[in-house]
């Protein structure tokens, strides 16, 4: 199926970016700051939303809480962005986040984790760990319940869930009931792949981009590549772990990384629903609010998280 039509209409009319790798990190976080800055606000009902810190292994995290409308306890969602490990943050996540509180009617805590080639592995994934930890023990501070925790991403936030869910088994805590993970990708890129052979060039995605990404965020390939910790499809066993919510795009070059991974799951005994979103790329989630087939897959994921927070 050819790429979304809404979303073919609003890559042709996007300013053009620098390419990952093409200009030093600073410019390109700038740019892709300029582009978050200009993006409208997505526009949803919400109690409050509320920026703050918590404590991390390096120092303070910056959060941001979102608290849909209603009264009583909710559950609880700690999210993570996505963009490679490099760039992205609060405010890059925030459309998603809205959607989800207010489409889950839960807490939303999204993370600010420090980002690579300055922080690279394993500091993103301490970060995360540290950050469910203080939500599960912390939970009643923001009105949210500690015994509906989920952990959730997009992309390489996506990894970060996969690998806290997997730490969190293997460390005794905190009891994760479900997991979102947004186009995954968490194994080293496979450049035979069929996904990634096909969308080599994109859109949004493309296969130097990846090799990019994963070269920051690992620093030393080599050493890492099969590290769990970095890369969850890694793991020896995938048994016991919470449920889990695999979205993945059509037309993304991450795509069969992230159904492997579903299969992994299910193959596991892991209850597990994996969804490939027809004519969608890479990153699809964050037009959230304006592209109808991509609202349609928010409220999937939506209903999906309430199902398993009751």
Same mark, same amino acid.
């Given at each position: 199926?050819?790429?979304?039509?809404?979303?073919?209409?609003?890559?042709?009319?996007?300013?053009?970016?620098?390419?990952?790798?093409?200009?030093?990190?600073?410019?390109?976080?700038?740019?892709?700051?300029?582009?978050?800055?200009?993006?409208?606000?997505?526009?949803?009902?919400?109690?409050?939303?509320?920026?703050?810190?918590?404590?991390?292994?390096?120092?303070?995290?910056?959060?941001?809480?979102?608290?849909?409308?209603?009264?009583?306890?909710?559950?609880?969602?700690?999210?993570?962005?996505?963009?490679?490990?490099?760039?992205?943050?609060?405010?890059?996540?925030?459309?998603?986040?809205?959607?989800?509180?207010?489409?889950?009617?839960?807490?939303?805590?999204?993370?600010?984790?420090?980002?690579?080639? $300055?922080?690279?592995?394993?500091?993103?994934?301490?970060? *995360? /760990? #540290? !950050?469910? +930890?203080? &939500?599960?023990?912390?939970?009643?501070?923001?009105?949210?319940?500690?015994?509906?925790?989920?952990?959730?991403?997009?992309?390489?936030?996506?990894?970060?869930?996969?690998?806290?869910?997997?730490?969190?088994?293997?460390?005794?805590?905190?009891?994760?009931?479900?997991?979102?993970?947004?186009?995954?990708?968490?194994?080293?890129?496979?450049?035979?792949?069929?996904?990634?052979?096909?969308?080599?060039?994109?859109?949004?995605?493309?296969?130097?981009?990846?090799?990019?990404?994963?070269?920051?965020?690992?620093?030393?390939?080599?050493?890492?590549?099969?590290?769990?910790?970095?890369?969850?499809?890694?793991?020896?066993?995938?048994?016991?772990?919470?449920?889990?919510?695999?979205?993945?795009? $059509?037309?993304?070059?991450?795509?069969?990384?992230?159904? *492997? /991974? #579903? !299969?992994? +799951?299910? &193959?596991?005994?892991?209850?597990?629903?994996?969804?490939?979103?027809?004519?969608?790329?890479?990153?699809?989630?964050?037009?959230?609010?304006?592209?109808?087939?991509?609202?349609?897959?928010?409220?999937?994921?939506?209903?999906?998280?309430?199902?398993?927070?009751?």
């Amino acid at each position: 199926m050819p790429l979304d039509p809404e979303i073919a209409a609003i890559l042709r009319h996007m300013p053009t970016m620098p390419r990952a790798g093409s200009v030093p990190v600073a410019v390109f976080r700038a740019a892709v700051n300029r582009a978050t800055a200009a993006a409208p606000k997505l526009d949803v009902a919400l109690r409050s939303i509320a920026d703050r810190t918590i404590p991390g292994p390096g120092g303070e995290i910056p959060v941001r809480v979102y608290t849909p409308e209603g009264i009583g306890t909710f559950p609880i969602l700690v999210y993570f962005h996505g963009g490679g490990y490099v760039i992205g943050d609060l405010n890059s996540a925030d459309p998603i986040c809205r959607a989800l509180s207010h489409g889950g009617k839960c807490v939303v805590m999204s993370v600010d984790y420090r980002l690579a080639p $300055e922080h690279p592995f394993p500091i993103p994934n301490d970060d *995360a /760990y #540290a !950050a469910t +930890l203080w &939500a599960s023990i912390h939970a009643a501070k923001l009105g949210a319940d500690s015994g509906r925790l989920a952990v959730g991403g997009d992309s390489a936030g996506a990894n970060l869930s996969a690998a806290v869910t997997l730490r969190a088994r293997d460390c005794g805590g905190p009891n994760i009931r479900a997991q979102l993970l947004m186009y995954p990708s968490p194994d080293y890129p496979n450049a035979e792949s069929g996904s990634f052979i096909e969308y080599a060039e994109g859109p949004m995605l493309t296969a130097d981009d990846s090799f990019y990404y994963w070269q920051q965020y690992l620093g030393d390939v080599e050493k890492y590549r099969h590290d769990p910790d970095a890369c969850p499809s890694e793991a020896a066993s995938h048994s016991g772990l919470p449920s889990a919510f695999v979205a993945t795009g $059509e037309c993304d070059a991450s795509r069969d990384s992230g159904e *492997a /991974y #579903a !299969a992994k +799951l299910l &193959a596991a005994g892991v209850p597990t629903e994996m969804q490939r979103y027809a004519g969608m790329p890479h990153g699809f989630f964050n037009w959230v609010g304006h592209v109808r087939s991509v609202n349609l897959a928010m409220s999937e994921v939506c209903d999906w998280l309430k199902r398993q927070l009751v």
